[in-house]
């Protein structure tokens, strides 16, 4: 019987006997009903069903975020008016915000009795006043409410005010510039704006005849009024280059009578095509967050592309762009969008001579004339802003390689993998050209890395130069990319090269930075270790394909580098035993902000990388705990709905983490969101060899989950769905192909008790659902036992017993930086002065 549906129940399942026992011998079964979740956010009527299932209900002051996925986003707060700068539409801002009227009076978000939720898309305010009365303050009527819609793919808004009786109902957009120096046309019932200055032009239409009320509402600018009274009135704003445009976009809305109920469908579908609902619902909550604040900046700008963050960083940033890209697009099923990112990326390629004047397209590099070439080579841009396109990255390019593969895993598009391998070669033989040293590691600048800031944009402020730990793990899975691409593309020759080429790299690797105990953030270019206590080493066990380092060493990286740096918030960027860690971000008493920014400074993305490598080794439940606080921040920390891209090492005087640096950015929630797919659940399909892989690490807090993962040809709409019931100690997944092309191989690389991984595999058909059940005694399909083989043992003796780190007590004379002015600038600036830093 179908349960009652309340937030994020677990999906109804059609019992596989009951159909069996209705199905005639002779006849064939019926297709077993999909395994949807009975959760409101699959049947969304309205915004409000959006609110109930999945809006944050806030009080007045919180900040939130929603994007238009062209070049815009709503910058907006709860409780208040003109709070936030608005809706930006690039770096231009002409609506503040809105305010709405019913019967001449404020419907005022300020009032103790309305309440004002979040959601994906915009939010939403409702008088509630009372119970049992139909007034609320200042005669208001209880249930009225107002609800604002940002248009994804558009730069276009609705909004809807509703009363539940007859009312003259209107809308105030509260606008950025001087209304009164504005020219304003009627054209068939849409009111164009021309605002002074540059930039877009506004329309304005309505889905019922409207006017121009002046005086009144939130601070008596026009009101745009509907001429009758009624219950709802939709007010819409279209935003265009031209008049003409914006007037046509307006046009249309108003002819539509669903753009609103459509719109939230969209929202429902984008953010629906992957999920997964587990037993613990405020996390729950927290990846449908993160997957909308994720796609939120996916835009179309400069080419599809995506943003790396807010206010700050709206411009397409490499290696933002492919940390972000699997969290963002892959576990959602957002494929197509996956490959269109990857190929406007490629195509900014550096394939230039140092005569030449600009860079070519790379689409089909494998015939690049060889001879001389420019440093950038073969690299990706850093950052791609308009016309400003820059190569000052070492690890962007590899990332792009990495997520190239990654995306040919999960779709099986064998075309993109050759288009790939032409990218590959050049950027593989600029490197050996100009940055591979005499050991096959990558070289590079001391400001190369992702912790990239500099000294007035000179001096990097953490020197990492010039052979980065996290860059030959990174380096290295680009030859492996580069190598499994060639060899789908059918091109045996370069793949064996590059296959020989990451060998020597790793060889050379454990020799230069492991003595035994401990693992070097960097050589130096003298060759001498640094020693700095970093996250970084942590990559080396997320980035490759394999074993980089022997699976012991690893084990011992996850150790030294989590009993030191992971805190219950997340993981600093350097040890506070460290002479220049900075335990807050933000102390112009002391420091320039930017010499905390990578020297202690907890960033979001590295949560991602902990987890996995926590997951990897059979810690998820030490990971949980990590993600539960992410998820909290996300709920409630800063901007609501996101992740922000940073925290102070230390947390405020009450004990609570601190926010910093950008309110809102890409790679914080995308590696959310992929930790819960990737590693809890462990989903990683390979259709390349026809097989749906999974490295599942289950949280102990959960007793059930359900879920759909995305793979194949995004057309299709492939998925393999499960539903899954931990009874004790054993854990009973079933599982069905939906919309499947082929059988796959299920390949299970699952955890025993001792923290050892096995291998067991099946076959699974279209149409048949299969139950999995595994336990301390293994893995058994159908009831029945399945082979299994030891594929990584135990590392329990090395690890030992892992727990967060204790913060530090936050006192000034505790940390050398904080005992003066600009300790480490004048260290780094003057290195002589003070031999003990690097």
């Not at 629906?272 to 729950?284: A, G, I, V």
């Not at 197509?336 to 089909?364: C, G, H, M, T």
């Not at 040809?713 to 054993?730: D, S, Y």
């Amino acid at each position: 019987m179908p349960r009652r549906a309340h937030a994020f129940a677990r999906p109804v399942l059609a019992s596989l006997a009951g159909a069996a026992i209705a199905c005639s011998a002779a006849a064939p079964a019926p297709a077993p009903a999909p395994m949807t979740p009975q959760h409101a956010l699959f049947t969304l009527p309205d915004a409000a069903a959006l609110a109930a299932a999945i809006g944050l209900v806030a009080g007045p002051g919180h900040a939130f975020a929603v994007g238009d996925n062209v070049d815009g986003y709503l910058d907006a707060a709860t409780g208040g008016y003109r709070q936030r700068p608005g809706y930006f539409n690039g770096a231009t801002v002409r609506l503040q915000d809105v305010a709405t009227t019913i019967d001449g009076r404020l419907l005022d978000r300020r009032a103790a009795d309305a309440v004002q939720t979040v959601l994906p898309g915009g939010w939403r305010t409702t008088l509630a006043g009372p119970e049992g009365t139909a007034d609320g303050p200042g005669g208001m009527p209880v249930g009225a409410s107002e609800t604002l819609v940002l248009h994804a793919g558009s730069r276009r808004l609705s909004v809807v005010v509703t009363s539940p009786q007859p009312s003259r109902l209107a809308v105030q957009p509260l606008w950025a510039f001087d209304i009164a120096r504005a020219a304003t046309s009627w054209h068939h019932g849409v009111l164009a704006l021309a605002p002074p200055g540059a930039g877009l032009q506004i329309a304005i239409a309505a889905d019922r005849p409207f006017g121009i009320v002046f005086g009144g509402g939130y601070d008596g600018s026009p009101r745009l009024q509907a001429l009758q009274r009624g219950r709802t009135f939709t007010l819409h704003i279209a935003f265009a280059p031209t008049s003409a445009a914006a007037v046509a976009a307006a046009a249309a809305m108003a002819r539509d009578p669903g753009l609103v109920a459509r719109s939230l469908a969209a929202e429902r579908d984008r953010l629906t095509r992957s999920w997964l609902w587990t037993s613990d619902h405020r996390y729950d909550r927290a990846l449908v967050w993160a997957k909308a604040s994720g796609l939120s900046f996916l835009v179309d700008e400069y080419g599809l592309g995506l943003w790396a963050g807010l206010p700050w960083f709206r411009q397409n940033w490499g290696r933002d762009t492919f940390i972000s890209l699997p969290g963002i697009l892959l576990v959602s099923g957002h494929f197509d969008a996956a490959r269109r990112v990857i190929e406007n990326f490629a195509r900014y390629q550096d394939l230039k001579r140092p005569d030449a004047a600009a860079p070519a397209a790379s689409a089909v590099a494998a015939d690049a004339p060889v001879g001389p070439r420019a440093s950038d080579y073969g690299r990706i841009p850093n950052r791609v802003s308009g016309d400003e396109i820059i190569y000052n990255t070492v690890d962007g390019t590899p990332w792009m390689l990495r997520e190239a593969l990654e995306y040919v895993r999960y779709t099986g598009d064998r075309a993109f993998a050759a288009q790939m391998v032409g990218v590959a070669r050049a950027y593989i033989e600029g490197a050996l050209a100009h940055a591979v040293d005499a050991d096959g590691l990558l070289t590079h600048d001391d400001a190369d890395t992702w912790m990239d800031a500099r000294i007035a944009g000179r001096q990097a402020w953490s020197p990492r130069g010039s052979r980065a730990v996290e860059i030959q793990a990174l380096w290295y899975q680009a030859l492996l990319a580069a190598a499994r691409l060639a060899d789908i593309a059918g091109e045996p020759a370069p793949a064996q090269a590059w296959r020989a080429q990451a060998q020597r790299t790793r060889a050379s690797f454990l020799r230069l930075f492991w003595d035994g105990r401990t693992m070097a953030d960097r050589l130096r270019r003298d060759g001498s270790r640094d020693l700095a206590v970093r996250p970084n080493q942590l990559l080396l066990l997320t980035v490759p394909d394999d074993d980089f380092v022997p699976p012991a060493v690893g084990a011992a990286v996850l150790r030294n580098a989590t009993r030191e740096l992971l805190f219950p918030y997340g993981i600093a960027s350097l040890s506070p035993h460290d002479p220049n860690f900075h335990p807050h971000h933000v102390d112009d008493a002391h420091y320039n902000k930017d010499a905390a920014y990578h020297n202690g400074t907890i960033w979001g993305w590295n949560a991602g990388f902990t987890v996995t490598a926590l997951t990897r080794y059979g810690r998820q439940d030490l990971a949980y705990a990590l993600s539960r606080n992410l998820a909290q921040q996300i709920l409630g920390l800063g901007t609501l709905g996101t992740m922000s891209e940073l925290l102070d090492a230390l947390p405020d005087a009450q004990g609570r983490p601190h926010p910093s640096g950008a309110w809102s950015q890409a790679w914080s929630v995308a590696e959310f969101e992929r930790n819960a797919y990737q590693d809890y659940l462990g989903f990683r399909p390979d259709l390349t060899r026809n097989r749906l892989r999974f490295v599942p690490a289950l949280p102990a807090a959960w007793r059930h989950f359900d879920a759909r993962l995305p793979y194949g040809a995004e057309a299709r709409g492939e998925a393999l769905e499960i539903a899954a019931r931990r009874h004790g100690a054993v854990w009973q997944w079933t599982l069905e192909l939906r919309h499947a092309a082929a059988a796959r191989e299920l390949v299970f690389d699952y955890l025993t008790p001792g923290h050892a991984r096995r291998r067991a595999a099946f076959t699974l058909a279209p149409g048949r659902r299969a139950r999995v059940e595994f336990d301390a005694g293994g893995l058994r399909l159908d009831g029945r036992p399945l082979a299994s083989t030891l594929r990584a043992a135990s590392q329990d003796a090395v690890i030992g017993a892992l727990r967060f780190a204790v913060p530090p007590r936050d006192d000034p004379q505790a940390f050398p930086v904080t005992r003066g002015k600009d300790v480490l600038q004048r260290a780094l600036l003057a290195p002589a002065a003070a031999p003990a830093l690097p």
